[in-house]
Structures are given as C-alpha cells and as structure tokens.
Nanobody, 125 residues
C-alpha cells in the first residue's frame, strides 16, 4: 500500500513562491508516476502537473505553464511542485496522487490509485 503525505502549503501574497512536497512510502518509488491536482471551493478537481515514473515526461496545465515546475528526487523518495508567481486563482487544496508505471497520455487521467490528504494553498491579493 502506497502512502502519500503532502506538505509545504500556506498563506502567501500574490507573486510569492511555495514548494510543495509529496513524500512517498510503501512501495518502490521508482515505479510510480505522480500527479499534482488541486480543488478550489465550488470547483471540480483539476490536474496541475504530473511526472512519469521514469521522470522523463512531464505535463503542465496551461494555467500553470511557465510558473510551476514538477520534479522528483528518487533519493529522497519525494515529488516536488515548485510554484512561482502565485496568483489568487491558485488558491486551492493541493493533492498528490500516484499510480504504477504512469506515463505518457495517462498522466492527465484522474484515475490515480493512491492519493494524499492534501495541503492548503492560499494566495492573497
């Protein structure tokens, strides 16, 4: 069973940066692709970014391209989401999710097998 624990959220001002972390345990990390999703109040959950199990493929939603960067550190068994130039519309609960050998077009699918509890990001104007 995979466990995912997010951290790094908080309250920041417009234009600030945050780095979210997704700590992975329970299985062989190198075999899992990971996505970051977010859900704002009253809105559907949406994918923000994802990285394949090899690290060779990444995906970004248009709304975050050029501002957010997803990465994985196999030594630390952690996936990161570096968020720069934050905007009020980035306010949401951010979740990480993982699936076995997830890569390519399937990165954007919401059908990940394991999910974290989420971390709140609030960007004030």
């Amino acid at each position: 069973q995979v466990q995912l624990v997010e951290s790094g959220g908080g309250l920041v001002q417009t234009g600030s940066s945050l780095r979210l972390s997704c700590a992975f345990s329970g299985r062989t990390f190198n075999n899992y692709g990971t996505g970051w999703f977010r859900q704002a109040p009253g809105k559907e959950r949406e994918i923000v970014a994802a990285i394949s199990w090899t690290g060779g493929t990444t995906y970004y939603a248009d709304s975050v391209k050029g501002r957010f960067t997803i990465s994985r550190d196999n030594a630390k068994i952690t996936v990161y989401l570096q968020m720069n130039s934050l905007k009020p519309e980035d306010t949401a609960i951010y979740y990480c999710a993982s699936a076995y050998r997830r890569t390519g077009a399937s990165l954007v699918s919401p059908n990940y097998d394991y999910w974290g509890q989420g971390t709140q990001v609030t960007v004030s104007s």
